[in-house]
C-alpha cells in the first residue's frame, strides 16, 4: 500500500483528471474535404464535456507534409491549412478553457522533417552554421551506412545525401531527420518552440519518443538482439542500446522541464515504451523529469488477472518517492483494446483504467467500443505498414474517424470520401445511438467517470491488492475512512469471490453489467463473466 496526499486538493490539476487523446484528422470535419480539423474539434467539446473528462491531448497540428502523418514537422510554430490556421486555434483553445478543459498539444522534439527550414539549411553544406543542427557522418570504409542503426520504420537509419558526401541519422523516416540535441543552439531553439505555445496558453505537451533524443557521440554498433526472431519487426535485430535511452537524455529531458516550470501550472508528459524500472528514471531525479512518463503496460500486457496484479504491483513499487502514476489503454500506435480483448472485456478494461490509482488517458472512440477497421490494400496510408507489410503493426485500422451517429460517414464528414475508411459497424457503435443505451459502452464510460469524480478515494486513494486468482483481480482504493473495493473479472465464466476484511456485507455502487447498482453483497461476490464491480461497504461494516 501507498499512501498518498490527503485530499484531491493537494493534487495538481493533471493528477486529478482524465486525459482524453484526440487524432485531428479523424475526429470531426468541419469543411467536407474528409480530414478533421479544428473547427469540427472545436463543435464537439461539448461532447467531451459531458463524458467527463478534464484535459484534451491534440495529436500533431503544426505543417507538415505529412510522411508520417504531422510527425514530421516543417514548422513548429504555426498550424497546417488542413487544421485550420492560428486564430482556429486560439478560438479553440479560449472555447476549452471556457468550459474548463486543459488543452495538451503534441511536442515533437526527436526529428523534423526534410523540408524544415533548419534542415534545408544544414544539407546545403557541410559549412553550413546549422550543420551541427543534425546528426551527420561519414560513410564506413566500404561506402556504405557508418554502423548497424536500423530505423523504427525498416532498414537503416542512415541515409545518404549526395550532396554533401555524408549520411544524416534518421531514427523514423528518411524524410524525419533527426535533430542533435548535443547542439547548445538547437535546445535554445527548441525550448523557445515550447515558450511560443506555453506563452499562447496551452496547459502542457505530450513529447513524443522522448526516450530517443540522445545517441551515442562514439556511434557504437548495437549488439545483437538474440531473442529476435524472423517474422518480428526488423528493427529488433539489435538492442538499441546506443540509439535510445542513453544515460545523457535525462538532462535533455530536465531541460524542457524547467521551462514547462517557468509557467507553473503546465504538465509534460513523455512517451517512452521501456520496462517500468527504465520508465520510472524519466520523473528524473527528484521528480526533475517528466510529470508522467506514460505507462503503456497496459497496452501490451497478457490479459490475465496474476499477470496485471503483478505488473500494478511493480509499478508502484518502482515509482520513486511523490512520483505519481498514470496508465493508458490506447493510443494511436496500437490496436484498438476492444480489437485486442473483445469488446466484453473492453467493458471490464475501462473499470480497471478508471479506478487504478494515477491519471488515466482515453483514446477518442474507446469509450464506443471502437475496434480496428480493416483496411483494403488501396487504402493503406500509413509508412510504418508500407515499409514492414504484413506483420501486424499497420496503425491505420486505430486511426478511423470517430463515429458520431448512424448517418452518413457516421457523422464525420460530409465527404465523399473520407481519409481512412469507416468502420462497417458504426449505424451501432456510435455516440448517437450509444448515448440512448443505457447499457452501452459510451453509458458505462459516463458512469464510471461521474463516479470517479464524485469519490475521492477513486483519485487520491492509497492501492491496496487484495486477490489475483484465476480470472479475479481485486483491489480496495482508500481515502481516510471511505474504502472502495473493486472486483473484475477477466474471463468468460461466472466467478465468485470471497468479501475481503470490511467488505463483508456491502452494497454495489455500479456494474459494467449496467443492471446490478445498488444490490447487496453478502460475505461473497458473484461476478457474471465478463463482469466488473465497484463495491462499498455497509453503513457500520
Known amino acids: 500500500m501507498v499512501e498518498r496526499p490527503a485530499t484531491v486538493d493537494d493534487l495538481p490539476w493533471w493528477a486529478r483528471g482524465i486525459i482524453y487523446q484526440i487524432y485531428p484528422r479523424s475526429f470531426q470535419d468541419s469543411d467536407g474535404d474528409g480530414v478533421g480539423d479544428l473547427p469540427g474539434i472545436l463543435s464537439r467539446l461539448d461532447y467531451l464535456v459531458e463524458l467527463g473528462v478534464d484535459a484534451v491531448w491534440l495529436s500533431p497540428i503544426y505543417p507538415s507534409p505529412m510522411a508520417d502523418f504531422g510527425y514530421d514537422v516543417s514548422d513548429y510554430t504555426d498550424i497546417h491549412p488542413m487544421f485550420g490556421n492560428m486564430a482556429d486555434f486560439d478560438c479553440l483553445l479560449a472555447a476549452a478553457h471556457e468550459r474548463g478543459l486543459k488543452l495538451i498539444l503534441d511536442f515533437v522534439p526527436n526529428h523534423t522533417s526534410e523540408e524544415h527550414p533548419w534542415f534545408q539549411e544544414a ?35 542512415w541515409e545518404w545525401d549526395e550532396a554533401t558526401g555524408q549520411y544524416y541519422y534518421h531514427a523514423f523516416l528518411k524524410q524525419q531527420p533527426d535533430l542533435n540535441w548535443r547542439n547548445p543552439e538547437v535546445v535554445r531553439a527548441m525550448h523557445d518552440v515550447l515558450r511560443f505555445w506555453l506563452d499562447r496558453g496551452v496547459d502542457g505537451f505530450r513529447v513524443d519518443v522522448i526516450w530517443h533524443l540522445i545517441v551515442d557521440d562514439r556511434f557504437r554498433d548495437n549488439p545483437p538482439n538474440l531473442d529476435w526472431r524472423p517474422g518480428m519487426h526488423p528493427h529488433g535485430r539489435f538492442k538499441p542500446i546506443y540509439t535510445a535511452d542513453r544515460p545523457e537524455v535525462h538532462d535533455v529531458v530536465a531541460g524542457i522541464r524547467r521551462v514547462i516550470d517557468e509557467y507553473g501550472d503546465r504538465v509534460l508528459i513523455g512517451e517512452i515504451y521501456l520496462p517500468i524500472e527504465r520508465l520510472v528514471a524519466y520523473y528524473g531525479t527528484d521528480l526533475s523529469g517528466a510529470h508522467m512518463p506514460f505507462n503503456f503496460q497496459l497496452i501490451d500486457a497478457p490479459w490475465d488477472a496474476r499477470h496485471i496484479a503483478r505488473l500494478i504491483e511493480e509499478y508502484e513499487a518502482a515509482l520513486p518517492e511523490g512520483g505519481w502514476p498514470n496508465w493508458v489503454l490506447g493510443n494511436h500506435d496500437k490496436h484498438r483494446i476492444a480489437s485486442r480483448i473483445g469488446r466484453a472485456q473492453a467493458r471490464v478494461a475501462a473499470m480497471l483504467l478508471l479506478t487504478l490509482r494515477g491519471t488515466p488517458t482515453m483514446y477518442y472512440g474507446d469509450e464506443l467500443g471502437m475496434t480496428d477497421v480493416p483496411i483494403p490494400p488501396e487504402r493503406v496510408v500509413d509508412p510504418l505498414e508500407k515499409n514492414v507489410p504484413g506483420i501486424g503493426i499497420g496503425r491505420d485500422p486505430a486511426r478511423t474517424p470517430m463515429q458520431w451517429s448512424a448517418g452518413r460517414n457516421a457523422g464525420f464528414s460530409t465527404a465523399e470520401r473520407t481519409w481512412l475508411p469507416l468502420a462497417d459497424n458504426h449505424a451501432v457503435f456510435n455516440v448517437e445511438t450509444e448515448s440512448a443505451d443505457p447499457s452501452s459502452m459510451l453509458s458505462l464510460y459516463r458512469r464510471l467517470i461521474a463516479l470517479r469524480r464524485s469519490e475521492p478515494a477513486l483519485i487520491a486513494g492509497s492501492y491496496v491488492a487484495v486477490a489475483a486468482e484465476d480470472d479475479a483481480l481485486a483491489y480496495i482504493r482508500q481515502l481516510g475512512d471511505r474504502r472502495l473495493l473493486v472486483v473484475l473479472d477477466l474471463g468468460s465464466r461466472p466467478y465468485g469471490l470471497p468479501l475481503p476484511n470490511g467488505f463483508e456485507r456491502g452494497r454495489i455502487l455500479l456494474s459494467t453489467h449496467a443492471d446490478r447498482t445498488g444490490e447487496p453483497v453478502d460475505g461473497e461476490i458473484v461476478l457474471r463473466a465478463d463482469e466488473g464491480v465497484i463495491i462499498e461497504p455497509a453503513s457500520g461494516a
Do not use: Q, T, V
Open 123 to 157: 544539407r546545403s553544406s557541410r559549412d553550413n552554421p546549422k550543420r551541427d543542427w543534425y546528426i551527420w557522418h561519414d560513410p564506413a570504409p566500404d561506402g556504405g551506412p557508418p554502423n548497424n542503426w536500423l530505423s523504427e520504420f525498416g532498414g537503416s537509419a
